[in-house]
């Protein structure tokens, strides 16, 4: 059983800072790619930023050079660090995280409950 929880959410003015967290945890061999999904009301889940294990990451085009991914690989940890953020930016924030359990042969992607981020103007 895998269990990811993210935290951070909050209220922010616009040009503000928040740091997400995401963390893993329970009976993991390895994690792959962790990645950070947002959906505002109405609008389907996409993509924020994504990060392998090695360090590589991919960002969508709305957040590059405002958002920043990192991971603490020891700690099946991922951060997402939001800078001017947007009302564009208010959605709900969700981690996702490939994962290798301890007992089974093959990878799982296993998604947290989410984070409310929201932005005013």
């Known amino acids: 059983q895998v269990t990811v929880v993210e935290s951070g959410g909050g209220l922010v003015q616009a040009g503000g800072s928040l740091r997400l967290s995401c963390a893993a945890s329970?009976?993991?061999?390895?994690?792959?790619?962790m990645g950070w999904y947002r959906q505002a009301p109405g609008e389907q889940r996409e993509l924020v930023a994504e990060?392998?294990?090695?360090?590589?990451?991919n960002y969508a085009d709305s957040v590059k050079g405002r958002f920043t991914i990192s991971r603490e690989n020891a700690k099946n940890t991922a951060y997402l660090q939001m800078s001017s953020l947007q009302p564009a930016d208010t959605a709900v924030y969700y981690c996702?995280?490939?994962?290798?359990?301890?007992?089974?042969?093959?990878?799982?992607?296993?998604w947290g409950r989410g984070t409310q981020v929201t932005v005013s103007s």
């Open positions: 329970g009976s993991i061999l390895i994690i792959g790619t």
């Open positions: 996702n995280a490939h994962v290798r359990p301890l007992y089974s042969g093959t990878w799982n992607n296993d």
């Open positions: 990060i392998t294990s090695g360090g590589r990451t």
